[in-house]
């Protein structure tokens, strides 16, 4: 008896200390690769055409990072992002709700969302671009339409997963359909939705930020993409610090706000 | 179609009715037909079981009271009024775990007044005293994932009673727990009930559990069903926990296997058990 | 003060696809293809931009005729499979691993992540630079984009194992390769095809961006060129093109979904 007592909080303390030994190994290896970059770029064994020395890039963004274009370029790559992802929320979790109360439209029209998924809707770029003139518009359009997808996709497997008796539930106290979608529906089905807006959100960083690359004439993306073509190294590794910063920043963020939300699903 | 049933004939005004109902399901490969006819009186007060083999429509009964379900034939009534849909004085229990895991206990008591409008202050009165009732104090602001099965039920059972139903329907209410814990629970129901008095309509396939609680225990044929026979439950209440060693018990409990047997090798052949 | 006695329809799942139904959203779906080529020509009659659907596959049975499409068509679908490929021989067994073990899971979980999060088009300058204009790099690009999507899947499909599954391998003293191909794999197809079809689908897009970046040969270059000198039902007729091959992509990857599915 007294091993059955004891073996979970042994289970506990080990699995307390894994987390911060976990993270003590990640950041030597994140160190450790920066090191290693930064010996190999300064020896030569990589040439300084295809990456500077890390140190030199922080020394580059140092003298980035306040100018005025830098902020322009951020603040429109945010809103560009935002706007994106706001679209493909407000456009696909009631296209989710559709797809979960039509089931046969969802069986119908699955092949086409999925080839919609696989298809690199940049192609319709230069029509977007025609209509719409060279601004943010169609990036915001194609971003959207990745970010759309994924979301619009887990909400209807999320509204399918829940437990039938909560249907019945809501019926037998007579809740109305507001009730129903507010009190019900949507915490029921929101831990299991989340994974789908972190998908969508990442979706619209990646579409935004690809879009910028080959596209446009402003933003981070845009911006390491000129670099490259101007063969000024340096600054082109800058502009990719910043997009592998930005993003790591939001999938931090949004994993802080998953963690928040599933833990009362336990 | 007339609303009210005539006094004498039927029952009263205030009973729950069963007026030859039934259920007809129409599926892909053609029809079931669930519940064939029953008719019967919940009266004021009483605690009414039902049992019958597993797939014999017992759920399905209970839902058309619920207004969960619309019968193909005949109707339910309660207070005289016919069953449309669900109703604000009636409240159900279902097997299955049925709490909404995102809301505190205290939340989840409260749901069925919150959902009926009552303001805040009234309603969480009133699920206090039903979590101290079904001996959940203490718990109010914990979650479902950090209860026990038999927790949980009780959990459902409070948010049942808080909304101070005139019929209770509970579907298999202690199905998913273990002999202890159904038990335990029952005996507690019956002290809450001995309180409430309100109409009970609990459908069980424990047939000791079925004696312990009621006043009538209604055994229900295979399918398509009709209620084979009514038992009356004639042991004195309150009944204290030796009730189930008592002579009458067991003679009760006998009649009632007996006919259960013959209703289980319907449905699944000779020498099966009740489901 | 519904009085609704209806359940959403939604929750009821048939399992059996019954033939007739299947018939029939066939049908339906032809119907909605059917739809989205008249919305297409009616555009294309209100706009200049919009080229109409006969012309736009006129010009692509041309390309295909004159035999001019190929060399582009190889390009990308080459690209697309090598990188592919390169992305399963590496993402599928550092998900594997990294699903089995907690340590491999609390140390990298975090780092795949952020990787998944990046943009990983914004290193096609780099890939360029080491690999030189051509194939290499759109394949080198492809496997970058494909390998984050199916190592989280396979991760997932690891730790959504039923736990009692390695008990059982235990009690029949399976060896290592039978726990692995016998029961790990089978257990965890549904994940590894969401992977596979995640997978195919970034690496396909991201062949198509870089194609747009930089290329010698590719169907991205070629719908670019096509749209510089205004020969829209060129352009047109290659987004079908890449439609279709998204489309039979996934159609492929159902067809072997199903047959795993009949199988297990
Ligand atoms: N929605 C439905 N559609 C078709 N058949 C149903 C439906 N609900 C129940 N049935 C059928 O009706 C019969 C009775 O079901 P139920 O009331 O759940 O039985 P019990 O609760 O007594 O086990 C079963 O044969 C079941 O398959
Ligand atoms: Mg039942």
């Known amino acids: ?266 | 179609m007339s609303q009210i049933f005539p006094i004498d004939t039927v029952g009263h005004d205030s009973d729950v009715v069963f007026d030859n109902i039934g259920m007809t399901f129409g599926t892909k490969t053609g029809v079931t037909q669930a519940v064939a006819n029953v008719s019967g009186v919940i009266p004021e007060g009483k605690f009414v079981s039902v049992i019958g083999p597993s797939g014999c429509g017992k759920s399905t009964l209970l839902d058309m009271v619920g207004g969960l379900l619309k019968p193909t034939k005949g109707t339910v009534s309660i207070n005289g009024e016919t069953v449309t849909g669900p109703r604000r004085d009636t409240a159900m229990v279902f097997q299955e775990d049925s709490t909404l895991h995102w809301r505190t206990v205290l939340d989840n008591v409260a749901f069925g007044l919150e959902v009926k409008g009552v303001p805040k202050a009234d309603r969480y009165e009133s699920a206090r005293r039903m979590i101290e009732l079904v001996g959940l104090s203490g718990f109010e602001d914990h979650r479902p994932g950090q209860l026990s099965g038999g927790m949980k039920q009780r959990v459902a059972i409070a948010r049942a009673l808080a909304m101070e139903p005139r019929v209770l329907l509970m579907d298999e209410p202690f199905g998913a727990l273990d002999q202890q814990t159904r038990q335990f629970i029952g005996r507690e129901l019956l002290r809450i009930w001995e309180k409430t008095r309100n109409r009970v309509l609990f459908i069980t396939h424990d047939i000791q559990e079925a004696v312990y609680l009621s006043d009538e225990v209604w055994v229900m044929s295979a399918r398509p069903s009709v209620v084979k026979e009514v038992v009356t439950i004639d042991l004195p209440r309150p009944r204290p926990e030796g009730t189930h060693t008592l002579p009458r018990f067991r003679e009760l409990e006998d009649h009632l296997w007996e006919l259960v047997k013959v209703e289980a090798e319907k449905t699944l052949g000779p020498g099966a058990r009740l489901a | 003060m519904s009085t609704d006695v209806t359940i959403p329809s939604g929750i009821i799942t048939q399992q059996s696809a019954d033939r007739a139904r299947v018939i029939r959203d066939n049908v339906w779906r032809a119907a909605v293809l059917v739809a989205l080529v008249l919305l297409w020509a009616l555009l294309s009659t209100m706009s200049d931009l919009v080229a109409s659907p006969a012309d736009s596959l006129n010009a692509l049975a041309e390309r295909f005729a004159d035999g001019s499409i190929y060399r582009h068509l190889n390009a990308t679908l080459q690209a697309v499979v090598i990188g592919f490929l390169i992305a399963a021989a590496v993402g599928f067994p550092l998900g594997y691993a990294i699903g089995r073990s907690k340590f491999l899971g609390a140390v990298f979980d975090p780092l795949v992540a952020g990787a998944f999060a990046i943009p990983r088009v914004i290193f096609f300058p780099i890939l360029l630079q080491i690999f030189g204009v051509g194939v290499g790099a759109q394949s080198a690009m492809a496997a970058l984009a494909a390998v984050f999507p199916i190592m989280v899947s396979t991760t997932a499909g690891v730790r959504a194992i039923n736990p009692l599954l390695p008990k059982l391998a235990r009690s029949l003293s399976l060896s290592p390769l039978q726990t692995v191909t016998k029961i790990y794999i089978p257990a965890m197809a549904p994940s590894l095809m969401v992977g596979i079809r995640i997978g195919f689908s970034i690496a396909f897009i991201n062949v198509i961006i870089a194609e747009f970046f930089a290329a010698r040969a590719g169907l991205g270059l070629l719908a670019l060129r096509a749209y510089g000198m205004l020969d829209l039902p060129t352009m047109y007729g290659i987004i079908v093109l890449l439609a279709a091959i998204a489309l039979a992509g996934n159609l492929v990857l159902w067809a072997i979904e199903r047959r795993l599915g009949n199988k297990l």
């Open chain 1, 1 to 266: 008896m007294k091993v059955i007592e004891k073996s979970p909080t042994v289970q506990e303390r080990r699995k307390a200390a894994l987390v911060p030994r976990a993270s003590l190994v990640r950041w030597a290896i994140i160190v450790a690769i920066v090191a290693v970059l930064e010996f190999t770029t300064r020896t030569g064994m990589v040439s300084q055409s295809l990456m500077v020395p890390p140190s030199e890039i922080l020394i580059r963004l140092a003298e980035i990072v306040p100018t005025d274009r830098f902020g322009q370029d951020v603040a429109r790559t945010l809103t560009t992002i935002l706007v994106s992802f706001t679209i493909g929320l407000v456009l696909g979790v009631p296209l989710g709700i559709f797809l979960w109360r039509v089931p046969a439209a969802g069986r119908i029209l699955e092949p086409f969302i999925v080839t919609g998924y696989a298809m690199p809707t940049l192609l319709f770029y230069p029509v977007l671009l025609a209509v719409m003139g060279l601004n943010a518009g169609p990036i915001i359009v194609i971003a959207a339409s990745m970010s759309l997808i994924p979301i619009a996709l887990t909400t209807m497997v999320a509204l399918n997963a829940i437990k039938p008796i909560l249907h019945k539930l809501a019926n037998s106290v007579s809740a109305s359909p507001r009730q129903y979608y507010l009190k019900v529906l949507f915490p029921a089905a929101t831990p299991l939705i989340f994974p789908g807006v972190k998908l969508g959100f990442i979706y619209a960083v990646i579409g935004t930020v690809a879009m910028e690359f080959i596209l446009a004439s402003q933003g981070v993306g845009f911006r390491a993409g000129f670099y490259y073509r101007e063969l000024n190294t340096a600054d082109m590794w800058a502009y990719i610090a910043v997009v592998i910063v930005l993003s790591v920043l939001v999938n931090g963020v949004l994993t802080w706000l998953e963690k928040r939300i599933r833990r009362d699903m336990l």
